[in-house]
């Protein structure tokens, strides 16, 4: 049972401020993340897209979360318009960003702040899923 066996793709939205703070290189970030993909590969997820923000806070660019400008890029590029939107994440800024690009939210427990609240708070992905295939089932049985 998994996400990816009931049709989701997955994309990846992240802030890399580390990049802008001298912390690492984009060339580093780029090694972990073909790292990440391919570890998930090999456990039957597929990522069909990584977009990130190199920038240092205080540069205010268009392309830090919690601003939608990933997600409108990876929708527009990948086509994604007519397509249910799901976004998971575990911060405020997870949950603005989510919102304001027209996707559902879905925060995955954290012990960050909790100012914003998702659509759907879950304490982990296997909670999702059971909520997430409930109300299919509900809905189909209305339709019906
Ligand atoms: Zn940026």
């Known amino acids: 049972m998994s996400l990816a066996s009931i049709g989701f793709s997955f994309i990846v939205i992240s802030n890399q ?3 802008g703070r001298g912390y690492f290189t ?14 998930l590969s090999n456990r039957g997820i597929k990522i069909l897209a990584s977009y990130h923000c ?12 919690p601003a939608p400008e990933l997600v409108k ?19 405020d ?23 914003e609240r998702a659509d759907y708070e879950v304490g982990d992905i296997m909670e999702f899923y059971e909520v997430y295939l409930n109300e299919k089932i509900q809905q189909q049985s209305k339709n019906t």
């Open 26 to 39: 984009e060339k580093d970030y780029y090694w972990v993340q073909e790292a990440l993909i391919s570890k």
């Open 17 to 19: 401020s580390g990049i």
């Open 54 to 65: 190199p920038h240092h806070p205080n540069d205010k660019c268009e392309c830090r979360k």
């Open 93 to 115: 800024s997870d949950v603005i960003c989510g919102r304001a690009a027209g996707c559902k939210t879905v925060r995955i427990d954290s012990n960050y702040d909790k100012l």
């Open 73 to 91: 890029r990876a929708v527009a590029d990948h086509g994604l318009a007519k397509k249910e939107l799901w976004f998971f994440g575990d911060k």
